[in-house]
């Protein structure tokens, strides 16, 4: 094939698959915005609704095209490699799991230590200082912990819908925008027999998050759909 003939060729993929490509763009801009704006989550809970919702809508257009061929072509040309896709993706539900996944102060904490030790995070990161905080806690003469959480009686878990895509791919280093779904319960429906329903609080958290070649986390951030929710107090 002469350059003649590979130029015109390569002109007509892009123009085909202009829209996907936009559409990884635009993700990737996002993704550096909330970053960039993470400080400011209290004094800017209507905007980052509105940018959960935003990206959310990006997320679905990119689903739709994960369906049709075109954005096949789209993926091997940006070097992502659907394998690898799927292992990232399980890694990161595993990571989640543990992050929003706690019924008490103590497996809280233990969540917290798991992180550090299971997924590499440092206690310096921005994700366990400001978005996953340790738990405050009064102690006694004896030494025993009394927590806030507890004493509020908070539970989390990590919902189904959780929505993973790759917005990112650079020498095998690929960023995610993630759609979590967490619900937060109360202890009443057990106490009082009060109905899950009255005491649940179903919140949507966007996070981004880039994963290496040998599956190193690292550059987890994330925007909370509420300020008070994902903070232990």
Known sequence: MTGQTAAPMRRGFFRRNLSALVTAAVLTAVATVAGATWSSQHAALAGQEAQINDVEEHLAGVRKKNAEQVNADVMAALGVSQKRLGIDGE??????????????????????????????????????????????????????????????????ALG??????????????????????????????????????????????????TVDAQGKISNLSGVPASGETRHSG
């Open 91 to 156: 890694r990161i539900e595993s990571l989640l799991s543990t992050a929003f996944t706690w019924d008490s102060g103590k497996s809280y904490e233990a969540a917290r230590e798991s992180l550090k030790s299971r997924f590499g995070l440092t206690e310096s990161e921005t994700f366990l200082t400001s978005f996953m905080p340790p738990s405050r806690f009064n102690e006694d003469a004896q030494g025993r912990r009394y927590y806030y959480i507890d004493t509020v009686g908070l539970n989390s």
């Open 160 to 209: 189904a819908d959780l929505d993973v895509e790759v917005v990112d791919a650079k020498v095998g280093v690929y960023t995610y925008a993630v759609l979590a779904g967490v619900e937060v319960t109360s202890d009443a429906v057990s106490q009082n027999k009060a109905s899950k329903a009255s005491v649940t609080a179903h919140r949507r958290t966007l996070l981004f998050v």
